[in-house]
């Protein structure tokens, strides 16, 4: 069963970073669009960012454009969520999702595959 795990959360002072990490078992990853979602107490899921089956393409929420990056690495079958210059407003549990698909979507019902996701907390 393809299985999705996060891992690089944790808690950070504002301005400071963090790098989220998605791996995969039972499946390799290559084939697949990969999207990060997170969801604060009390809020909807919200897209973050997403990355395309070869890495050539990403896109970002506005809120995070600029601060986030996201990449991947096929032959470790992982992919990342560089996250740098975090506010208070970034801290939620942040979801990695995947999609057989080449292309993204900002849309989690079109992803599948969920991790358990990982938290952010960003406090001083």
């Known amino acids: 069963q393809f299985q999705l795990a996060e891992s690089g959360g944790g808690l950070v002072q504002p301005g400071g970073s963090l790098r989220l990490a998605c791996a995969a078992s039972?499946?390799?990853?290559?084939?697949?669009?990969v999207g990060w979602f997170r969801q604060a107490p009390g809020k909807e899921r919200e897209f973050v960012a997403a990355i395309n089956w070869s890495g050539g393409r990403t896109n970002y929420a506005d809120s995070v454009k600029g601060r986030f990056t996201s990449s991947r690495d096929n032959a470790k079958n992982t992919v990342y969520l560089q996250m740098n210059s975090l506010k208070p407003e970034d801290t939620a549990v942040y979801y990695c999702?995947?999609?057989?698909?080449?292309?993204?979507?900002?849309?989690?019902?079109?992803?599948?595959?969920w991790g358990q996701g990982t938290q952010v907390t960003v406090s001083s």
């Open positions: 039972e499946l390799r990853l290559e084939h697949y669009a």
């Open positions: 999702a995947a999609r057989n698909a080449i292309r993204t979507s900002t849309a989690s019902s079109e992803y599948p595959y």
